[in-house]
């Protein structure tokens, strides 16, 4: 175990680090050309999967800023039991959607590699870089645009 302390400025480093080479990583899968203009790609399994994402992002925008920060309530297992079941069912069915819509595009291995690149490396290191009002700024931000660039 390290004795830093988990916010040091080596773990923000670090964690950018990871985040910068994913990034990279699925730009040279060709990723975002893929989703946006191949015609492998199940555009309509990906449709599910991207309102499976938006409904992620509004529970979790309602459970951390409004009832965390606004009234207080410790966001937790025990105080959120049915919304952290219905999460665990989004991000399944977001993540099979995803797999279903890439895989005639890239195969079965190679989509696996772009959804954990995508999940261990783009959205864990942001989620941990950030905080809570800025995870939720940014990523309604950029869930906007992309949709706006999604045909």
Same mark, same amino acid.
């Given at each position: 175990?390290?004795?830093?302390?988990? #916010?040091?400025?080596?773990? $923000?480093?670090?964690?950018?680090? !990871?985040?910068?080479?994913?990034?990279?990583?699925?730009?040279?899968?060709?990723?975002?050309?893929?989703?946006?203009?191949?015609?492998?790609?199940s555009h309509e399994w990906f449709k599910i999967g991207l309102a499976a994402?938006?409904? !992620?992002?509004?529970? $979790?925008? +309602?459970?951390?800023?409004?009832? *965390?920060?606004?009234?207080?309530?410790?966001?937790?297992?025990? #105080?959120?039991?049915?919304?952290?079941? @219905?999460?665990?069912?989004?991000?399944?069915?977001?993540?099979?959607?995803?797999?279903?819509?890439?895989?005639?595009?890239?195969? *079965?291995?190679?989509?696996?590699?772009?959804?954990?690149?995508?999940?261990?490396?783009?959205?864990?290191?942001?989620?941990?870089?950030?905080?809570? +009002?800025?995870? #939720?700024?940014?990523?309604?931000?950029? @869930?906007?645009?992309?949709?706006?660039?999604?045909?």
């Amino acid at each position: 175990m390290s004795s830093l302390p988990p #916010n040091h400025w080596y773990y $923000k480093l670090k964690r950018a680090c !990871i985040l910068g080479c994913s990034l990279y990583v699925l730009h040279d899968l060709g990723a975002w050309h893929a989703v946006m203009r191949s015609p492998d790609v199940s555009h309509e399994w990906f449709k599910i999967g991207l309102a499976a994402s938006v409904a !992620i992002l509004a529970m $979790k925008s +309602y459970m951390e800023l409004y009832q *965390g920060k606004i009234k207080g309530v410790r966001v937790d297992y025990k #105080n959120f039991r049915q919304a952290t079941h @219905m999460l665990i069912f989004l991000i399944l069915l977001a993540t099979v959607c995803f797999y279903v819509a890439l895989s005639p595009h890239y195969g *079965g291995a190679k989509t696996m590699l772009v959804l954990t690149v995508f999940g261990w490396g783009v959205l864990i290191p942001a989620s941990l870089l950030l905080p809570t +009002y800025a995870q #939720n700024g940014v990523a309604v931000t950029l @869930m906007t645009f992309f949709i706006q660039q999604y045909q």
